[in-house]
């Protein structure tokens, strides 16, 4: 399939939305227009392909972005439930809260960022303060 009729089964999303289009997997870029398609909202992305980035980014496997209008629990819960992505990141200290999504090859992943940006797990404690 050539990229114009790739982007042509695109809904949501066009390719001066991604920093590098040509980099990122058509299967996750088809994968984030059908979270964006159950959403019902749009969705501005942060960081896409990273060159140099030995994980999900520089594989061209994962994407950061938020949904707008949209709570960054409710966004995490539609991609959890979507069952789209292999690796789900929350993100609720971003200036946008948001996600980072995934399709790994190995391992399904879940996790946070904290305030000074480390790593945690996903449990009760972290989330409290975003149930409101």
């Not at 299967?27 to 959403?39: F, N, P, S």
């Not at 896409?48 to 709570?71: E, N, S, T, W």
């Not at 996600?99 to 449990?123: F, M, N, P, S």
Request: hydrophobic share 35%; charged share 30%.
């Amino acid at each position: 399939m050539t990229d114009s009729e790739f982007w042509k089964n695109i809904k949501f999303f066009k390719p001066s939305e991604f920093k590098y289009p040509d980099k990122v997997s058509r299967e996750l870029i088809t994968k984030l227009d059908t979270y964006r398609a159950m959403v019902g909202k749009p969705i501005i992305i942060h960081s896409d392909y990273r060159p140099g980035d030995k994980k999900q980014h520089g594989k061209g496997l994962a994407i950061d972005f938020h949904v707008k209008g949209m709570k960054v629990l409710d966004q995490y819960f539609y991609a959890e439930r979507s069952g789209l992505f292999v690796g789900i990141g929350l993100y609720p200290y971003w200036n946008s809260p948001g996600l980072h999504v995934d399709i790994r090859e190995e391992g399904t992943a879940r996790w946070g960022c904290d305030q000074k940006g480390g790593y945690v797990a996903l449990t009760s404690d972290f989330v409290r303060d975003f149930i409101k």
